[in-house]
């Protein structure tokens, strides 16, 4: 059987070679052996489980959160003459039947059903005579109540592992620190199971994080090199999303809104054109994102502060899916943390959340205001070590960082002074020598800080603030109207036993993504005809759009690329382009080998 998977890969998914950590996660499965495998996004963790399904001789069963991800999973898998079926709401009850009437005779190895659905004691019944070979949990994060994510229907799932004993159970997540996947495992297998942990690396991610400024400003920075590709914009509130996505529409983007707030339709409809589309612009809140199967999203973009680092992780990850150069931008300001920190504490109903989610919003916070590499600073959260990178904007265009003694301690003092419950716009104007109204009323002009800081714009103490409290020398006092409060550590630096290092803050307010080192993301690679690309993807576009799937199941951008490269001019010269197997061979192949042949011709 050693040779089986690698068989299956060539002669049915038409790739040489497995990515690295997938084969050894197959083995595992066709072992029987129960397995959480933590693998980054764009690893290839589909072929992980399809594969040994496909192998085995009884049904393997995928648990999926999603409808749009379960319809998109099974066109791929017959787009590459795998039959497969899913069963879910969204389909008529004629096409359920069927689908169902076909696993039952033993036509169909792969069934990919909702936890709802599942764990239903009718659904359960009527599987277990099928004697299912293995059950397959995607979005495995969803399962523990550590996870950012939680699904009260997942964690269900855990009863699966006594009603099918015999069934091996494996799990797959991109995001799970090391308590979360711990839960999982326990939840799913009980003392029996495996983690198994790839990495969370992706190299090929352009890292950068921007104090905000004006985020209009530089949000248009940012996206204009890139009107060609597609790709996420990420906001806090549907108000900002609504807003965004008109003021990038009349900016001539193709941008669309997704929030919970729209109809189920609109969101519907949004969607398909962003997963059919080549140069669309979602414009979202963190409604959107989880099981979108769309390779070629070459940015994400943060209006503002994600929750947390798994939340921020995970909603990176949707960008490079294909292993091409993707960017990932967030831009943040005071304001975020303060909302962030509020959110946290609205929502503190079990004893232990309240401290562990601003433990993780430290952890970002920390991320943002790195002054070494960031990779290292994210992967060193999830227990992963690594080098510098070198892709991101800290490697590319390293910060300088400054004695700020002086400074925190003016700024500390005056927190102290004016009692502990003035926010940050009241202690700034106070340090700046600002006597407003609101300062002579309190008497804080007659401070002995009042004045100290003036020699510095207010952009400067705005950054300095923002680091101040990112590095955890002031807290934003949440339950007294975001009042700046002295911690511990500033209290040090206050007393004279610490010191305060900050990152220089630029005198300029303008800010670029990576200090105006960017690079266009549409680029395409040096060995690679630009033309002929550009119509083989007009060619795979106008294929999706008569079968109405996403183009890349067609073919996938990497897929493209290779044809190129290796112009092929026979049936078989086809088959050696990665990406292709006989059944696609046999869809497309003809079109394809006609539209190179046609290039080559005219000379272009």
């Given amino acids: 059987m050693n040779y089986m998977p690698k068989h299956v890969l060539g002669s049915i998914f038409g790739y040489a070679d497995f990515r690295p950590g997938q084969q050894e996660i197959i083995d595992r499965l066709l072992a029987g052996d129960h397995t959480l495998a933590i693998m980054p996004t764009g690893a290839g963790k589909s072929l992980c489980y399809q594969i040994p399904a496909l192998i085995g001789e009884r049904l393997t069963v995928i648990v999926s959160p999603l409808v749009a991800l379960m319809d998109d999973q099974v066109a791929g898998l017959r787009a590459y003459g795998v039959d497969a079926a899913c069963i879910h709401s969204g389909r008529s009850r004629a096409d359920n039947v069927e689908d169902w009437r076909r696993v039952q005779r033993g036509a169909v190895k792969l069934l990919y059903l909702s936890p709802e659905r599942l764990m239903t004691e009718r659904m359960l019944a009527a599987l ?71 990495g969370f690396d992706r190299p090929n991610l352009r890292l950068g994080v921007t104090p905000k400024a004006e985020w209009r400003r530089q949000l248009l920075d940012f996206l204009e090199p890139r009107r060609e590709v597609s790709g996420i914009v990420y906001c806090l509130s549907r108000r900002l999303t609504d807003e965004v996505a008109v003021f990038l529409s009349d900016k001539g983007f193709r941008a669309l809104p997704y929030h919970a707030g729209l109809a189920p339709g609109v969101r519907r409809e949004n969607q398909e054109v962003f997963m059919a589309e080549g140069a669309a612009i979602m414009v979202a809140t963190v409604a959107f994102g989880m099981g979108i199967d769309k390779p070629d999203i070459r940015f994400v973009f943060h209006l503002n502060l994600p929750g947390n680092v798994e939340t921020y992780y995970q909603e990176i990850g949707r960008a490079g899916r294909d292993g091409q150069p993707a960017e990932v931008q967030m831009v943040y300001g005071l304001d975020d943390i303060c909302m962030r920190r ?111 800081g003036e020699a510095h714009p207010r952009n400067f103490w705005q950054a300095f603030v923002r680091q101040a409290v990112a590095g955890g020398y002031l807290a934003i006092d949440i339950e007294h109207f975001g009042g700046l409060r002295v911690t511990e550590k500033g209290e040090a630096v206050l007393q004279g036993s610490a010191l305060f290092h900050f990152r220089e803050i630029p005198k300029s307010r303008k800010a670029s993504a990576a200090s105006g080192k960017t690079r266009t993301a549409a680029e395409v690679p040096d060995d690679i005809d630009a033309g002929l690309l550009a119509r083989l993807k007009t060619l795979r576009r106008e294929l999706a759009r008569e079968r109405n799937v996403p183009a890349y199941v067609i073919f996938s951008d990497a897929t493209l690329q290779d044809m190129c490269r290796q112009c092929p001019e026979t049936p078989e010269q086809m088959l050696q382009v990665n990406g292709i197997g006989p059944k696609k061979l046999e869809n497309f192949g003809d079109v394809f080998l006609r539209a190179i042949h046609n290039d080559a011709a005219a000379g272009v």
């Fill in 128 to 198: 277990k005579p099928l004697d299912p070979a293995m059950f397959v949990v995607d979005e495995a994060h969803c399962v523990s109540k550590w996870g950012v994510s939680f699904r009260p229907e997942y964690e269900a799932l855990s009863a699966l592992k006594d009603r099918f004993p015999d069934a091996t159970l494996a799990a797959f997540t991109a995001t799970a620190d090391v308590a979360t996947r711990r839960d999982i495992a326990e939840k799913l297998f009980g003392a029996r199971g495996r983690i198994v942990v790839q």
């Fill in 342 to 452: 509020q959110f946290i504490d609205q929502d503190g109903e079990d004893p232990d959340h309240t401290p562990r989610e601003h433990r993780r919003l430290d952890a970002l916070l920390a991320y943002c205001e790195a002054t070494q590499c960031r990779r290292v600073t994210l992967l060193a959260y999830f227990g992963d070590a690594s080098s510098p990178c070198g892709n991101c904007d800290i490697c590319i265009d390293p910060p300088t960082v400054v004695d700020g003694t002086e400074e925190a301690r003016l700024l500390l003092s005056a927190v102290t002074q004016t009692g502990q419950r003035f926010g940050a716009a009241h202690i700034i104007d106070l340090i700046r020598g600002t006597a407003s109204e609101k300062i002579r009323a309190r008497g804080h002009d007659r401070l002995a800080s009042f004045g100290g």
